[in-house]
T-cell receptor, first 118, second 111 residues
């Protein structure tokens, strides 16, 4: 079974330019997450989707970041315009449908996109 | 929100020795504690997890212990091998989707 696929793996851009990252989750996984991982830190959640609905985007900087998951499968995360501080690894993860409020389903992570903003 | 602290930030061990990583959490409502391993150029991968109704869990050479009263949990790797070299992250959750990660421990196993 294929894992979470992300592209591109690396991206170098100049500040103020736009950039987009793409993620294809594991087949059958309704829940999709975008995380930000700064160097030497653990991942931080940016947004979570249940199917095509963004159910938690409280940590997404909406002035410059946007995301979409139009058909409830693959997803795109966009930054416009990029700033120097956006240099980081952007991870996508997916999980199978939750079993309820007290259950937890393992999140499977993709390899990430390493963004460098010059 | 939940705050997870992880120590040490780096750990170097001789092959065959044991490695121990410790984490503390702040929110007493947290009840699920996974550990992830991240190799260079890859995403984090779940290696073991523990729920708050269990004090210890073991899977071959790795084990996790949980002390709910003190709000800390630990990862133990025995008989370390070169392939154990990676960054390890602890995390805490209230049993829903939201994971709060520690800052990570870089483990180096010396041959």
């Amino acid at each position: 079974e294929a894992g979470v696929v992300q592209s591109p793996r690396y991206k170098i851009i100049e500040k103020k330019q736009p950039v987009a990252f793409w993620c294809n989750p594991i087949s059958g996984h309704n829940t999709l997450y975008w995380y930000l991982q700064n160097l030497g830190q653990g991942p931080e959640l940016l947004i979570r989707y249940e199917n095509e609905e963004a159910v938690d985007d409280s940590q997404l900087p909406k002035d410059r970041f946007s995301a979409e998951r139009l058909k409830g499968v693959d997803s795109t995360l966009k930054i416009q315009p990029a700033e120097l501080g956006d240099s980081a690894v952007y991870l996508c993860a997916s999980s199978s449908p939750s079993g309820g409020g007290t259950s937890y389903n393992e999140q499977f992570f993709g390899p990430g996109t390493r963004l460098t903003v010059l | 929100g939940e705050n997870v602290e992880q120590h040490p930030s780096t750990l170097s061990v001789q092959e065959g020795d044991s490695a121990v990583i410790k984490c503390t959490y702040s929110d007493s409502a947290s009840n699920y504690f996974p550990w992830y391993k991240q190799e260079l150029g890859k995403g984090p991968q779940l290696i073991i997890d523990i729920r708050s109704n269990v004090g210890e869990k073991k899977d071959q050479r790795i084990a996790v212990t949980l002390n709910k009263t003190a709000k800390h949990f630990s990862l133990h790797i025995t008989e370390t091998q070169p392939e154990d070299s990676a960054v390890y992250f602890c995390a805490a959750s209230k049993g829903d989707y939201k994971l709060s990660f520690g800052a990570g421990t870089t483990v180096t196993v010396r041959a």
